[in-house]
């Protein structure tokens, strides 16, 4: 079997090996089928074309610009109109909801009706004289003044004393009686006089032939230290009623204090009050 022959490429690789007369030829193809490049005078010719194209382009463009929303607006419902068709589930009926009714809120600017003004007060009378306010004050001479009821407390004794009305007009009391022990002269006074108890003081109107009363409580003087107390019999209790400087005696035998010291209470009184003291 005979093997095929190769041609030798070395004359096909090397242009100076090529014949002349190929190379030719091959000129004269290229020649041919490369482009010409056009002359001046063609080129002025080719101008009008050339600028008369330009501008049907041009005109062409803006038209299509001036054209294109009207045809955006003619597309852009349909594809709305498409894209708002309502569902199968939104077209069943649905359960309309039940209005509820909320009671509207007082407008914070309404004022409040005016609040009735309130009744008026009764008028008060005016407050008259007290009591035996235009009646004299009872004097020693008008008075009767004995011991009323007699008790006793711890350490002490309870004596009452009884102002009686023996005139004829009514007559007023107020304050403190003024009482002392006497010696058994029946004059000479002995220790301190009685002092004043804390309670109020009024006045007391007191009629023909009724009574006011006060208390004094005397102490056991041997609750004192003797040689502080310096005990002394007395005979009885000097009396002057409140306001008076007249006075009575009443027999009332016991023994005091002769002492003035403040540390020595041997007596105190209360104001008088209506009534005997019963």
Known sequence: MRTPARHSDSAGSDPRKVPRAARERAFHRGRAHSPVAPTGSALRRLAPVVLALAAAITV?????????????????????????QPSRAERTPQAIPTPVTTPSAPHPSASPPPAAPPPAAPATPAAGPPPGADAPACSSGALDVAFGRVGGAAGSTILTLVFTNTSATSCTLFGFPGVSYVGEDGTTQVGSA?????????????????????????????????????????????????????????????????????NVTQLDVTPVVPGNGS
Do not use: F, M, W
């Not at 419902?77 to 894209?83: E, H, T, Y």
């Open 194 to 262: 009685a002092v004043r108890s804390p309670r109020p003081e009024q006045t007391v109107l007191v009629a023909p032939g009724n009574s006011a009363s006060a208390q004094v409580r005397a102490a056991n003087v041997q609750n004192y230290p003797a040689e502080e107390c310096r005990p002394t019999a007395v005979s009885g209790l000097r009396v002057y009623p409140p306001g008076d400087t007249g006075s009575v005696v009443l027999p009332h035998a016991t023994t005091g204090c002769a002492t003035k010291s403040p």
């Open 60 to 84: 062409a463009g803006c038209e299509s610009a001036i054209t294109e929303p009207s045809a955006q607006e003619t597309t852009v419902p349909s594809l709305q109109a498409r894209a708002t």
